[in-house]
């Protein structure tokens, strides 16, 4: 079995920063795509930002030039650098994981956290 924990979560003014982080453990062989996504209410869940185990990203234009996502493939993290913050980043998020599993499966699962609160607000 595979976990994703996620932490970092808050409550932050307008223009403030939040660094979201999160962490793989269990049967893990290798770990494709990781990403962090978001749903506030009343809207569908979105993508924020994905990052492939070789570094290549990709993110919302609503977050561009804001938020900046890393992984550490060794530790098995994936981090989201959230700066600028404003209301509209008001969402639970979520970290995603593309994981090859032990015992070696032919394709990747798809793995979600269990979402962490981030509230923009003064």
């Known amino acids: 079995q595979v976990q994703l924990v996620e932490s970092g979560g808050g409550l932050v003014q307008p223009g403030g920063s939040l660094r979201l982080s999160c962490a793989a453990s269990g049967s893990i062989f290798s770990i494709n795509d990781m990403g962090w996504y978001r749903k506030a209410p009343g809207k569908q869940r979105e993508l924020v930002a994905d990052?492939?185990?070789?570094?290549?990203?990709n993110y919302a234009d609503s977050v561009k030039g804001r938020f900046t996502i890393s992984r550490d493939n060794a530790k098995k993290t994936v981090n989201l650098q959230m700066n600028n913050l404003r209301p509209d980043d008001t969402a639970v998020y979520y970290c995603k994981a593309d994981v090859y599993t032990i015992p070696l499966t032919p394709r990747a699962y798809v793995y979600w956290g269990q979402g962490t609160q981030v509230t923009v607000s003064s």
């Open positions: 990052i492939t185990n070789t570094g290549s990203t």
